[in-house]
């Protein structure tokens, strides 16, 4: 059974990065394609970008300047890097594989 699994802070100050790490378990992630996606409170969700199973990324164009989608294979991580945060920033995190197995959810804030 696939199971995604985030890990990283709850809060985040202004200007600051924010990292995330997504562990899989039950599926390679050299194979299939691997999302994170937000929830900012009130609104919908933000798809930030992709990782493929070939390792190539895709960012949404009005996150692509802040945001970095990197892997680890040997482990089976994939991570999220927002930079220059702003409270604009705060919402719930989500990792996820092809929209359909999804991590817990890491709630964001951003505050000082």
């Known amino acids: 059974q696939v199971q995604l699994h985030e890990s990283g802070p709850g809060l985040v100050k202004p200007s600051q990065t924010l990292s995330l790490t997504c562990t899989v378990s039950?599926?390679?992630?050299?194979?299939?394609?691997w999302m994170w996606i937000r929830q900012a409170p009130g609104k919908g969700l933000e798809c930030m970008g992709a990782?493929?199973?070939?390792?190539?990324?895709y960012y949404n164009p009005s996150l692509k300047s802040r945001t970095s989608i990197s892997r680890d294979t040997s482990k089976n991580q994939f991570f999220l890097q927002l930079n220059s945060v702003t409270p604009e920033d705060t919402a719930v995190y989500y990792c996820t594989r092809d929209v359909t197995y999804w991590s817990q959810g890491t709630p964001v804030t951003v505050s000082s």
């Open positions: 990782i493929a199973y070939d390792g190539n990324t």
């Open positions: 039950g599926h390679s992630i050299t194979r299939s394609a």
